[in-house]
């Protein structure tokens, strides 16, 4: 869509005034002045054009960081080595955010994030549930299960060596994220299937 440093140059030449001292000929010092000042002209209109990408943070690449720093990004410590695609899923979930806690909108927030999970919600058992409804104890009715996929080996094992953390950076980040936005009273138990 920008324009070519010919267009830029005849755009600034039209602006000059007319006459003898004025010549408008391509080989003469005044087309070549012109020309200078038509090349950064081009230039800033290509940069301008780039800044459209920019404006989302669903497309952002060179202003990523002020989108973090705008929407306080990162909320939880993450490894150095996070990808560009991390950064930016979280800030397209942050910036497109809506209320509420239940159950959806914890996976919601949790998918934006790119992960895949699963959180199931436990409720007492009453009279008229059916039969086959579980008996949890009281405590589970403030415990979220959080089932993730797709993080094998989030947690060390026992055949691990004493270098491997005890917690992968992703699921850590998930973890924290989670953490941070859950209604007081109410816990989470994570669990990681491959």
């Known amino acids: 869509m920008g324009h070519s440093v010919a267009q830029w140059t005849n755009s600034i030449l039209a602006q000059m005034p007319r006459g003898l001292l004025w010549q408008r000929a391509t080989t003469l010092d005044l087309y070549k002045y012109a020309q200078g000042y038509a090349q950064r002209l081009e230039r800033a209109e290509s940069s301008a054009d780039s800044l459209l990408f920019e404006m989302r943070p669903e497309s952002t690449v060179q202003l990523l960081d002020e989108w973090e ?16 695609e991390y950064r930016r899923y979280a800030a397209v979930e942050k910036y497109h955010r809506k209320g509420g806690l239940q159950a959806w909108n914890i996976q919601k927030l949790a998918t934006d994030l790119g992960f895949t999970v699963e959180v199931d919600e436990t409720f007492p058992h009453h009279c008229m549930r059916s039969c086959t409804y579980p008996l949890w104890e009281q405590k589970y009715r403030y415990i979220l299960r959080v089932t993730v996929y797709g993080i094998p080996g989030a947690f060390m094992t026992c055949l691990d060596d004493v270098l491997t953390p005890l917690l992968t950076s992703d699921a850590r980040v998930l973890e924290c994220t989670l953490q941070r936005y859950k209604v007081a009273g109410l816990y989470y138990e994570f669990y990681y299937a491959a």
Do not use: F, N, Q, V
């Open 69 to 84: 720093e705008y929407l306080g990004l990162p909320e939880c410590s993450a490894d150095s080595s996070s990808s560009i």
